[in-house]
């Protein structure tokens, strides 16, 4: 059956007919908008999850939990005026786009009440928790575990969640080896509810956390002991599936960090089991700053290595058996094989979004083959990212889905225009000389390369720069050593590690393969430590990401000249964040840090010691740190003045006190316009107008501050962000 027909098939009929071109009925009104919507006929269905998930964004933007039945209507008031509207291209076309929208988010809704799961109100602990091991990934001195079945040795009149995550030691488990999933353990631990995010509009742990069913977080205190681990009434088959799967990527992760020499343990299972978590910080950071980082997110680069490599040696193995080669289709056979193997790559890796989307595009293209059909790459993208969408809504805002998305979608557009124009300027048959030199395969081939990573090092810069606050510079050059190298022998001993695991002999496969990311790594330092390798990028609007990725869609998915429309748009939103205004004060979650904007541009911070995860989001995000407030005295680097009570920062006319004690309050607010009293409590009758004590910092967490040149104080908090929704249930820690 041919892909068209496959997917339109797969979708309700309303979808997959078309509406009539403008010769058939056309408009009362036809024009130039209806006659190029006609010609881009082919490019409709691609819009469809874009119109998905414009929805999901509908709903997570919202400030406040809609009532359940809101979108369910909507949708059905949709669907009833799709069934009235006038057969014209124009409306036609808005009333299933507004359809697809609101479907978009009934299925964001419909997720978030399907994961929905008790979330821990308040601190708790230290004490005595017993839990069902679920999850565990390496850490460089330890391990980030997940437990269920959570129980208290001694009961309390508290709530606990289904699903905690604990940071455990490696001195604290037996043995030094972190019992397997599936396996009860009791430890001495703390919990606590998802923190909040660091800053107002800043990356949300909690919300990704509920979406996980994970209610609370916290560390070890004390030994791991194993107890008997008796049968739950919540266990079936498929969830005792999926923790023996959990079982075994653990145990292969321990293995393959084990069985290599220096970092080649920890990148290898990076690339084959998706545990990137005990990978040295230095070598994250080399490789992040080299432009390299995307090697160790497994994605269609990974995929389609294993694929292709299973591919063509179980071909090549088929075809030097005469009887097998002549007598059976070894093509599709060999095909067959690498879709299983795609398939057992993907459970490995842990199904991560970018993993899933590459699988199902992969497995498109396998199973063309076993058909005798052509997969069509642009509508296979369409397809996987409905299926990634209706299965996790919520990864729509994260960074995997976004980058590999849209690095795949610009991959595919660009060689699509190629080929076309390549038919277009294509000398005849017969004025062609057979076949191509060895030099020339080479050059197209290092042409290709580059062309490759050029294009998708261009579709994901909007991304990267949103939510890593920095652009790499010199990633060709170091994509022009790790990607050959990591298709041509990385890879293939990886999986020749994993085939050598039964027998004990995977080290012989890990130390060349040890060889090829030494010298990733390598290039990834030299290239990194060039200067201005990388450019920061300032904190941005997310409407400015979302218009980025509308210009990328409507250069990509459209045919026509005005896809380079596309163009400008992109240019636009990229300027966004340079235009947009810094906070001038940035106020902790718990108070006691606080940074004001220095007159170069960074950040002074008040303490390096405390609260080290805020300043660290802070400096990514807002600028770097350009130093700490004096002991006493004006600050050379800002309009900061400190003595042993307090600081008092001016800005545009504007006095913001910063007390440092508990005295410091009354001395420094009767003086000021504004009061962050960080940790104490502000008296009732201060005269400031913009206060920030202990008590709003426990209801609405960190704070950020601008002060415009006319003097105007505007104050947002991370509870005003994130607004009131069943992830922003739980106080401020």
């Known amino acids: ?87 014209w291209l124009i409306p036609t076309l808005a009333a299933r786009a507004g359809v697809a929208v609101l479907a978009g988010a009934v299925l964001a809704q419909a997720g978030a009440a399907r994961v929905q799961a008790p979330v821990l109100a308040h601190p708790l602990g230290p004490t005595v928790i017993e839990g ?27 709530t ?17 080896a972190m019992p397997p999933p599936g396996t009860r353990i009791a430890l001495l631990a703390r919990l606590e509810p998802p923190r909040w995010p660091a800053r107002p ?8 956390l509920w979406f996980k ?25 498929l969830a005792g599936f999926f923790v023996r799967l959990e079982a075994v990527r653990a145990h292969v992760t321990a293995r393959l960090i084990a069985g290599g020499p220096g970092a080649t343990g920890p990148l290898a299972a990076a690339l084959l089991t998706g545990e990137r978590r005990a990978v040295p910080e230095p070598v994250q950071e080399a490789l992040r700053g080299a432009g390299l980082a995307h090697l160790l ?11 292709g490599l299973v591919f063509v040696g179980v071909r090549a193995v088929m075809a030097l058996c005469p009887p097998l080669a002549l007598g059976w289709p070894i093509k599709k056979l060999a095909a067959l094989v690498a879709l299983a193997a795609c398939l057992g790559y993907l459970a490995l890796s842990g199904a991560s979004v970018p993993s899933q989307r590459a699988f199902l595009m992969t497995g498109l293209v396998f199973l063309a083959v076993i058909v005798d059909r052509r997969a069509l790459s642009m509508r296979s993208v369409a397809l996987a990212a409905l299926v990634v969408l209706a299965a996790r809504p919520d990864s729509l805002l994260g960074p995997s889905f976004q980058m590999s998305f849209s690095a795949v979608i610009a991959l595919i557009a660009a060689y699509e225009a190629l080929s076309r124009y390549r038919a277009r300027t294509r000398a005849p048959r017969g004025a062609r000389a057979g076949g191509f030199a060895p030099g020339r395969r080479l050059g197209l081939y290092v042409g290709g390369l580059l062309l490759t990573t050029i294009i998708a090092t261009l579709a994901t810069t909007p991304f990267s720069a949103f ?8 990633g060709l050059a170091a994509n022009a050593v790790g990607v050959p190298l990591m298709g041509t022998w990385v890879m293939p001993w990886g999986l020749a590690a994993l085939a050598l695991m039964p027998l004990g002999l995977e080290h012989w496969a890990l130390v060349p393969m040890g060889w090829g990311l030494d010298v990733i790594v390598w290039a990834a330092r030299g290239v990194s430590s060039w200067p201005g390798a990388q450019v920061a990028v300032p904190d941005g609007p997310a409407w400015a990401l979302g218009l980025a990725a509308l210009g990328g869609l409507w250069l990509c998915l459209w045919r026509q000249p005005w896809r380079w429309a596309g163009v400008p748009v992109i240019a636009a939103a990229m300027m966004v964040p340079f235009l947009t205004p810094t906070p001038d004060v940035l106020v902790g979650p718990a108070g006691k840090l606080v940074a004001v904007r220095a007159d170069d541009g960074g950040l002074l911070v008040s303490d390096r010691r405390r609260e080290r995860f805020a300043r660290q989001v802070w400096t990514e995000a807002h600028g770097g740190e350009a130093g700490r407030f004096p002991g006493e005295g004006t600050s050379a680097l800002a309009p900061l003045r400190c003595d042993a009570l307090a600081c008092l920062y001016q800005r545009h006319g504007v006095t913001v006190a910063l007390p440092r004690t508990a005295e410091g309050v009354v001395h420094a607010a009767g003086q000021a316009d504004v ?39 505007r104050a947002r908090s991370v509870a005003e962000t994130r607004g009131r929704r069943p992830w922003t249930a739980t106080p401020a820690p």
């Not at 874009?50 to 709903?59: D, K, M, P, R, T």
């Not at 606990?160 to 940071?167: D, E, N, V």
């Not at 890593?468 to 010199?474: C, G, I, N």
């Open 297 to 307: 997110a497994i994605s269609g680069l990974h995929m389609s290595m294993v694929g």
């Open 160 to 176: 606990l969640p289904h699903r905690a995550r604990l940071r455990v030691h490696a001195k604290a488990a037996p043995d030094g």
């Open 467 to 474: 939510h890593f606050h920095r652009v790499a510079l010199y």
């Open 675 to 713: 009061v962050v009293a960080g940790a104490w409590t502000v008296p009732p009758d201060t005269p400031a107008p913009v206060i920030i004590d202990r008590p709003r910092l426990e209801r609405e967490g960190a704070w950020a501050l601008w002060i415009d040149k006319n003097g105007h104080v």
């Open 132 to 158: 069902r091991v679920r999850q565990v990934e390496p850490l460089p001195h330890g391990w980030r575990v997940v437990l269920e079945d959570l129980a208290l040795e001694r009961p309390r009149a508290v």
């Open 201 to 208: 509009g800043g990356y949300d742990l909690a919300r990704a």
């Open 1 to 87: 059956m041919p892909f068209p027909l496959i997917v339109r098939r797969a979708m309700p009929r309303w979808l997959a007919r078309s509406p009539p071109l403008p010769a058939d009925a056309p408009d009362p009104a036809p024009g130039w908008l209806p006659r190029t919507l006609g010609q881009e006929r082919e490019a409709w269905i691609l819009w469809l999850p874009v119109a998905v998930g414009l929805g999901i964004v509908l709903y997570f933007a919202l400030p406040a939990e809609p009532w359940p039945l809101l979108f369910p209507l909507a949708l059905v008031a949709g669907l009833a005026v799709l069934a009235v509207v006038p057969p």
């Open 213 to 237: 069913g994970i209610g609370a977080v916290g560390y070890a205190l004390g030994p791991i002991s194993v107890r008997p681990a008796p049968a739950s009434p919540s266990d079936h088959a």
